[in-house]
């Protein structure tokens, strides 16, 4: 059995990821409260960023998701073609 390799990340790399979400988060929330407008401009603003955020979220998921599906789907036929070649060599 072949041993497969888990790609991790560094803890600077998921420290420096998750500070970039917090701090535009923050530069996003301060911008709306901050602009010249109504509160239903701003009301609308914040509701638009939220709606941003989450699709961005959903839409890198699905990506990773579909990314680590299709290498099982390759494992699984590498692993039913290594099993035919064993038994036509027998």
């Known amino acids: 059995m072949e041993n497969y390799d ?4 560094s803890a600077g790399w998921l ?3 998750k ?3 917090l ?3 923050a ?7 901050f602009m010249p ?3 239903m401009l701003k009301g609308y603003m914040g509701l ?3 709606f941003i955020v989450s699709s961005t979220i959903m839409v890198s998921k699905t990506m990773r998701d579909e990314h680590e599906g299709s290498k099982m789907l390759n494992r699984i036929n590498e692993a039913k ?3 035919i070649i064993q038994e036509y060599t027998e």
């Not at 530069?27 to 409260?33: F, G, N, Q, V, Y």
């Open 6 to 9: 888990t790609q991790t990340n």
């Open 23 to 25: 701090i535009s988060l």
């Open 15 to 17: 420290l420096f990821v």
């Open 19 to 21: 500070l970039s979400f």
């Open 37 to 39: 407008g109504d509160l």
């Open 81 to 83: 073609t290594n099993k």
């Open 48 to 50: 638009n960023s939220l």
């Open 27 to 33: 530069a996003m929330l301060a911008a709306i409260i």
